[in-house]
């Protein structure tokens, strides 16, 4: 499928792609699991990833528009006001919760980092400190993979530090991007 005709799945109006999503009653929104009041309940994994997947088919720039379609009426305890505020509060706790995973993830990285820069230190000296004879033999073989080893163990820790704290931080964005998206609810009643 090309990426023009996977935008085409989105109604563009209003200068937004809308994402839309229908659901019977709107107890369906939200995680029947959690014992929270209503206003505090997580929202349905569900719902939760078809917002955010649907929301990185764009880029950061583009403008969003979330619609939810209830087929039942609006009643007082889920109106579309408590609706909206239960969503928003969702997804400004989950920005609070992955800046602390982001932090939490490179002060790891950056320990990790140090941890294998000391040992990368440390077997250089040791293999520094060996004494190859001529021809060097096994003690020619050890002293290599000392220095191997040592670069090895760096490996995980560098790609921590350069690559891997990316995906959190993207999802940090989307979630950032989704708190600010108007969210508009119809119910059939008052469609």
């Known amino acids: 499928m090309t990426k023009e005709k996977k935008k085409h799945r989105y109604r563009h109006a209003e200068g937004k792609r809308w994402i839309e999503i229908r659901v019977k009653n709107p107890n369906q929104l939200f995680d029947a699991r959690d014992p929270a009041p209503f206003r505090d309940r997580d929202l349905d994994d569900d719902f939760v990833e078809y917002v955010l997947s649907s929301a990185k088919e764009f880029s950061l720039s583009t403008a969003l528009k979330l619609v939810i379609y209830v087929e039942e009426g609006e009643t007082p305890l ?7 505020e239960s969503i928003r509060s969702y997804f400004a706790y989950q920005i609070e919760l992955q800046q602390t995973n982001l932090k939490e993830f490179v002060k ?19 293999a520094q400190n060996l004494q190859v004879p001529e021809p060097p033999g096994a003690i020619g073989i050890l002293r290599e993979g000392i220095v191997i080893f040592g670069w090895v163990s760096i490996w995980k820790p560098i790609e921590l530090v350069l690559f891997d704290w990316y995906p959190l931080y993207e999802k940090l964005r989307y979630y950032q991007k989704l708190l600010g998206t108007e ?8 469609s």
């Open 78 to 84: 889920l109106s579309k006001d408590s609706i909206r």
């Open 108 to 126: 790891r990285s950056q320990v990790f980092l140090m941890i294998g820069l000391v040992f990368l230190v440390v077997c250089i000296s040791v």
């Open 183 to 190: 969210i508009d609810i119809h119910f059939k009643a008052n």
